[in-house]
């Protein structure tokens, strides 16, 4: 039987293994990164965000799939408060049956707006030493399945809730 507890540092997706820009970066490149990490024959997408860091390669933020698709047309920030003051749902598919043609002209006009500008920023981060469950834990209480993993200021890389679902599942007898 094992008697040492899983720690993160034994799990973790080093930053050379997960996307990454500089806050300089612009939208078009956080496109090409996060189809840069693909996964099997079809070619189905690794990751669904990418860690944004400063020229010091300090952690400032992340950008998600959704952020990016905001950036290349921010009409669809606006869907959800459709309909929404009388308390009907939304027909999104209507309005963007609208767009269809001008989203396909415009989307490329905004590749080089910066990431920076679409970006969220990290609310929490995790020491490499934590252990699998107190960072299960915590991703279950602030409903996150990524968090950055930083040690001294440094950007070690990520973990994920695949990640700590098949370690701590792998020690159950299930």
């Excluded at 959704?66 to 598919?93: M, S, W, Y």
């Excluded at 269809?100 to 905004?110: I, L, Q, V, Y």
């Excluded at 930083?150 to 973990?159: E, F, N, Y």
């Amino acid at each position: 039987m094992q008697t040492d507890n899983p720690v993160v540092k034994d799990h973790i997706i080093t930053l050379d293994r997960f996307p990454h820009l500089t806050e300089d970066q612009s939208l078009s490149d956080a496109v090409e990164v996060i189809k840069s990490y693909t996964d099997g024959s079809r070619e189905l997408l690794r990751y669904r965000e990418i860690l944004i860091l400063d020229a010091g390669n300090r952690l400032v933020g992340r950008v998600t799939m959704q952020d990016i698709i905001l950036g290349i047309d921010p009409r669809f920030t606006g869907l959800a408060k459709v309909n929404k003051f009388e308390g009907k749902k939304p027909d999104a598919t209507s309005l963007v049956i609208l767009w269809e043609d001008s989203f396909f002209e415009e989307c490329s006009k905004r590749r080089t707006k910066k990431i920076i500008d679409f970006m969220s920023p990290i609310k929490l981060t995790i020491r490499s030493s934590e252990s699998l469950l107190k960072t299960l834990a915590i991703m279950l209480s602030v409903n996150e399945t990524v968090l950055p993993v930083v040690d001294d200021s440094r950007v070690l890389g990520v973990i994920r809730m695949e990640e700590i679902f098949k370690a701590i599942t792998s020690r159950c007898k299930l």
